[in-house]
């Protein structure tokens, strides 16, 4: 109860709910774009396991980010992650939803929400973890307050992208971009990018074009490759 009414608890909660507020954009584009495909029921499902299962994760990532974030080519793996991630799914914008793939289409839409949430969360948990100041109750509540803001802007960008179908390729587009400043952000980069800035810009438009590309590409293969 102490806790409760301590004004540093709630000026603590109110910084980590408007931060997931803010960086939850790109993380809801993601869900959207891998649960876009699925029927309305499984949409549900997905969008739902898929953001209370990376809340969680975030929650374990924060304890161990800072020292992961000093890793030299970890964020390189990861942007490479990322770019494949989005590749993939705009190459799957126009495939038939059969039988089969209805079985392990919403695992296989969480595990890609998991592992994209992952990623992208690396440099938005130290944010999280500076507002919490030490507090796990305030960094879970937080993180766990954040849920319903990503599942309603993932369910809001599906509804988007199926009457504006244009959004698919600027959600995919949007993951490249992260993926790009990813790679340029590592570690192991970080002179050469302080030497020459303009890098981190160009490294997230390359990864956005690339995305749209090969993309586009896979799509186009699959779409006139014989049945």
Do not use: C
């Amino acid at each position: 109860m102490e806790l409760l009414q301590s004004a540093d608890f709630w000026i603590g909660l109110v910084k980590i709910v408007w931060i997931n507020i803010i960086l939850s954009g790109d993380n809801a584009v993601v869900i959207a774009l891998a649960a876009r495909a699925l029927p309305p029921e499984q949409q549900k499902k997905a969008i739902l396991f898929g953001s209370g299962a990376a809340v969680v994760l975030r929650v374990l990532l924060t304890i161990v980010a800072a020292k992961l974030l000093a890793l030299p080519y970890l964020e390189i793996v990861g942007g490479l992650l990322l770019l494949w991630i989005g590749v993939q799914l705009l190459g799957d914008e126009d495939e038939e939803g059969g039988e089969d793939k209805e079985v392990g289409g919403m695992m296989a839409a969480v595990r890609t929400i998991l592992i994209a949430d992952l990623v992208m969360s690396l440099d938005n948990v130290i944010a999280v973890a500076a507002a919490a100041q030490g507090s796990m109750v305030l960094l879970v509540l937080g993180l766990a307050i954040s849920i319903p803001l990503v599942v309603f802007g993932s369910t809001l960008m599906i509804k988007l992208m199926e009457r504006f179908p244009i959004i698919v390729m600027l959600g995919a587009a949007l993951i490249g971009w992260v993926g790009g400043e990813t790679i340029a952000s590592d570690v192991s980069l970080h002179e050469v990018v302080a030497a020459q800035p303009w890098l981190l810009h160009a490294a997230a438009a390359a990864g956005a074009v690339l995305v749209v590309l090969l993309g586009k590409w896979m799509n186009r293969r699959s779409s006139t490759s014989p049945a």
